[in-house]
């Protein structure tokens, strides 16, 4: 092995560290009582404890923890189908079909990711109002549908499908739906994995949102959750890393499970240059 390639695999697992270093404090400090958090002494919990779970878990009127996780795996599961059914649509319209305007629709839709969602919380917020959508879950999945991220990812693996097997299926008489559905679908799996995992760890996280459309204690999301435990006189930490470890828990899970067809995915997406 190269010196070279010995310094850069160090650097990076100095580099992975680094960013698992707050994970992995997550869940340790969510095992310490109270008098620890505050009064920092070490990493490791000197006296283990399950009470920060017991009282999230126990005190189901004044912290639905269980009615979070399940609003925020409906919203994310939502949101996730969501955009692969329009995002897959509109990229495969995009890299096969000849729509009016063809060569303006996809400059703009790159032109839109540019925009910082902060911008959009007002119009949006009315538009969600006169549709009388604020505090449902309708809120938060019919706006996230409308992303231009996952057009983006699958029109560039899209273009790059042979044509030929395309050619070969619309002459035996296949529509373009039925190519789409039967072909160009089966065969972006990769891509459609890692935009999927994607959209359901970004609306699984999602804050803001939730924090501005949702006003309903029982319909909040995890992320919102654990912001109740913040107030401006007093935090409760110990409840705050225990709620931050059923948020987390999830996603990691999920990683975890879906690293390779993350991998396989942007390796096939044209996202790798």
Not at 128 to 147: F, K, M, R
Not at 151 to 176: N, R, T
Not at 218 to 246: E, K, M, N
Request: proline letters at 7%; charged letters at 10%; glycine letters at 6%.
């Amino acid at each position: 092995m190269k010196p070279r390639t010995r310094v850069l695999e160090f650097f990076t697992f100095c580099l992975a560290l680094l960013f698992l270093a707050p994970v992995v404090l997550i869940f340790l400090t969510a095992f310490k009582p109270e008098s620890e958090i505050i009064h920092f002494e070490s990493i490791l919990p000197q006296r283990w404890t399950l009470d920060n779970f017991r009282t999230v878990m126990g005190n189901a009127e004044e912290i639905p923890i269980a009615r979070w996780f399940f609003n925020s795996f409906l919203i994310s599961g939502s949101v996730t189908f969501l955009v692969l059914a329009v995002s897959s649509l509109s990229a495969y319209a995009l890299a096969r079909l000849s729509p009016p305007g063809k060569r303006w629709y996809f400059p703009f839709l790159i032109a839109t990711m540019m925009v910082p969602g902060q911008i959009l919380l007002v119009p949006v917020y009315l538009i969600l109002n006169a549709l009388g959508w604020l505090d449902t879950p309708l809120a938060l999945i019919v706006p996230a549908g409308a992303g231009a991220f996952g057009v983006f990812l699958l029109h560039q693996f899209f273009i790059d499908l042979p044509k030929e097997i395309e050619e070969s299926a619309a002459m035996d008489g296949a529509s373009s739906l039925q190519i789409f559905w039967y072909i160009a679908l089966p065969m972006a799996r990769p891509a459609l994995s890692t935009l999927g995992i994607f959209t359901f760890i970004g609306s699984w996280n999602d804050f803001l949102a939730p924090l501005v459309f949702l006003d309903s204690l029982d319909r909040y999301t995890l992320p919102v959750g654990i912001a109740l435990f913040q107030t401006s006189y007093a935090s409760d930490y110990g409840l705050t890393f225990a709620v931050s470890v059923f948020c987390t828990l999830p996603v990691v899970i999920v990683f975890l499970i879906f690293q390779k067809q993350i991998i396989r995915g942007m390796s096939h997406s044209g996202l790798k240059e």
